[in-house]
Structure formats: structure tokens, C-alpha cells
């Protein structure tokens, strides 16, 4: 169902928001640590946008849901790198430059990423022609203008006014995610006739999409034997994916509510295991078993 006219126009807005406070934390120095860490960077890229989104793509196929939430599945899996990721690495004692650095080329790498696994997802769920209204190019001026210009404005007043940055950075931050709370309660109401059935729906691939990525995430790092901060940084980074960005694309751009849904249930779900994850490192099993 359409959103309407107020919501395609709102949310966009609150996003830019968040972006543009998002930017007011970033410098030129945020991405430098990538240089530093180029094996854990590329295991992260790689997780992130080659593994995750065909996990999404697999859970979408394999389990009994509606076509609007595996596309709705397959739109979070696009949107990477929640803005809270890099507190829970430090919660979880990881590597939080990385983390910061990851945050800030994921942002702007997903600009380029999104609209082929969007447009991916369309056709391949709904056998519609939607794509026709929904081109790369399209797709990419929007996200750019959501997500680019506010995100390059707010570190271009933090090099110019970095005083006020710092400030400001704050309130703009916690006021667009105050109001996309909001408007996410608003979906809810929008979609309450089935919205347990969508959750029921939804519920277990979200789930399953979050624990298999954070578990790719830190096996692959294991894998290669980086040290334990990064395979933190890289789990958390790789699990925590921007709900409120997938909602944009799916409520605004889409115009439907309903492959939103996946993207509020994941968000809910990725909280609940990474703070899970936060907890198990600061307390470890074998810590907790450890005779007194």
C-alpha cells in the first residue's frame, strides 16, 4: 500500500538528518585505519556486502514468507553498518577505530551497492516490472542525496567548525532518531491489521540472518588468525545493520510499509545478540566457570 505523501517526504529527511550528524563525527582520518588493517578490512567488505546479502537472498528462498518481506530481508541485508556498531565495539572491548573506519566506508560504498541488490530483490520475489521506476540510476541520485551530501556537509563543518561539530553532533543525531522511532510507530499502526502474521513471518528469517552473519563474521576472522579486537570490531560491524536506512528504501522509495517490516524486526533482534555478544566478552565461560 502507498505511504503517502507527508511519510515519502519525512522520511527521507530524518535520515538526511541522521547522516549529516553522522558526518559531524567523521573526519578524513575516520576511514585511515583501513590502511592500517587492510586484512581485516577486506574480510569486513567481503562479509558485508557479498556474504550477507546472499544469506538474505538463500533465507528469503528457503523460508515460507510473503514476497514483500523477502525483498524487505534482502533491503536490510543492503543497508550496512548501524550508527550504534561502534559503541558496542567498545562495549565489547574491540577494535573501535576499525570500527569507526568500517562505519564511514560502508555508508558510502552502500551508496553504489543498494540499488543493484534492491532492484535484485524486486524482480526476483515479485515478478513485477517495479524496477521500471526504480533504476540504478535513479536509486543512486536519491541514496546520494540521502545519504552522500549530508554525510560529506556534516564533516566538512566539523574541518571548518569543529567546535560546533561536536556540539551539535549530539542533538541532531538524537533528534532524528527520536523522530524515526516515531514514524516507525506510525508504520505499525499502518500495517496493525497484519502485522502479527508479518512478524511471525519475518521473525525467524531476521533472526536467523543476524546469528549466521555475526557467526561468518567471527569465524572467517578466526579463520585467518586476526587478533580478537578485530574479530569483535568485524562481528559487530558485520551484525549490526542500519534498520532506519532499509525503512527509508522500503517505506519511501518503495512505498511499502510492509517490507519494512524485516528491517524493524532485525534491528530489534541484532540489539538483543550483540548485546548478547558485548556480554559474553567482557564475561567470558570460562571466566564464569572458573572455580571461587
Known sequence: ???????????????????????????????????????????????????????????????????????????????????????????????????????????????????????????????????????????????????????????????????????AQRYVKRAAVASLALLIAWLIIQERHSLVDMLFAAGPAAIALCILIMCCGYGISSLFSLPDAQRTAITLENGMQSGGMAIAIAAGILESPAMAIPAAVYSLAMYLLAGAFVFMKNYPLTTQLQPR
Open 1 to 167: 500500500m502507498g505511504t503517502g505523501f507527508p511519510l515519502q517526504v519525512v522520511l527521507p529527511l530524518i535520515i538526511a538528518a541522521l547522516m549529516f550528524g553522522i558526518g559531524m563525527s567523521l573526519s578524513i582520518h575516520s576511514f585511515a585505519h583501513l590502511l592500517l588493517a587492510r586484512q581485516a578490512a577486506t574480510i569486513a567488505f567481503f562479509n558485508q556486502f557479498m556474504i550477507l546479502p546472499l544469506l538474505a537472498f538463500f533465507l528469503a528462498w528457503a523460508l515460507p514468507m510473503p514476497p514483500e518481506l523477502g525483498v524487505g530481508l534482502v533491503i536490510l541485508a543492503a543497508c550496512p553498518s548501524a550508527s550504534t556498531s561502534n559503541l558496542y565495539t567498545y562495549l565489547a572491548r574491540g577494535d573501535t577505530a576499525l570500527s569507526i573506519s568500517l562505519t564511514a566506508f560502508n555508508k558510502m560504498f552502500s551508496v553504489i551497492t543498494i540499488p543493484f541488490y534492491v532492484n535484485l530483490a524486486v524482480t526476483s520475489f515479485t515478478h513485477t516490472n517495479k524496477t521500471v521506476a526504480l533504476t540504478f540510476s535513479d536509486t543512486f541520485a536519491r541514496l546520494a542525496l540521502l545519504v552522500l551530501l549530508p554525510t560529506m556537509t556534516g564533516m566538512a563543518i566539523r574541518h571548518g567548525f569543529p567546535a560546533y561539530a561536536g556540539k
